[in-house]
């Protein structure tokens, strides 16, 4: 069985900096893409930052130049760093991981259970 657990998450101040993680653990053959995404009260799960089995990362609009992703697929985990924290990046945050499927062969999407990010003066 596959699991996801992020961790990191808390209350910052507006300007402050968090750093997120996440572990993927079970039976695990390769993964594809890992990456973050994120859900605010009253609003729809939206795009954070992605990172691809070959190196490409994606970003949503909102967090380009203040959000950093990275990845070490050896230990199949993915971190966010995020810097300069706005008030409407408070969220729970989850992480993704597109992960093989042996028997259905097909890239199976996995979430995490999430991780309160607050931001508030």
């Known amino acids: 069985q596959v699991q996801l657990v992020e961790s990191g998450g808390g209350l910052v101040q507006p300007g402050g900096s968090l750093r997120l993680s996440c572990a993927a653990s079970?039976?695990?053959?390769?993964?594809?893409?890992m990456g973050w995404f994120r859900q605010a009260p009253g609003k729809e799960r939206e795009l954070v930052a992605t990172?691809?089995?070959?190196?490409?990362?994606d970003y949503g609009d909102s967090v380009k130049g203040r959000f950093t992703i990275s990845r070490d697929s050896a230990k199949n985990t993915v971190s966010l760093q995020m810097n300069s924290l706005k008030l409407e990046d408070t969220a729970v945050y989850y992480c993704?991981?597109?992960?093989?499927?042996?028997?259905?062969?097909?890239?199976?999407?996995?979430w995490g259970q999430g991780t309160q990010v607050t931001v508030s003066s």
């Open positions: 993704n991981a597109d992960i093989w499927d042996q028997f259905w062969s097909y890239y199976k999407a996995y």
């Open positions: 079970g039976s695990i053959f390769s993964i594809s893409t």
């Open positions: 990172s691809t089995s070959t190196g490409g990362t």
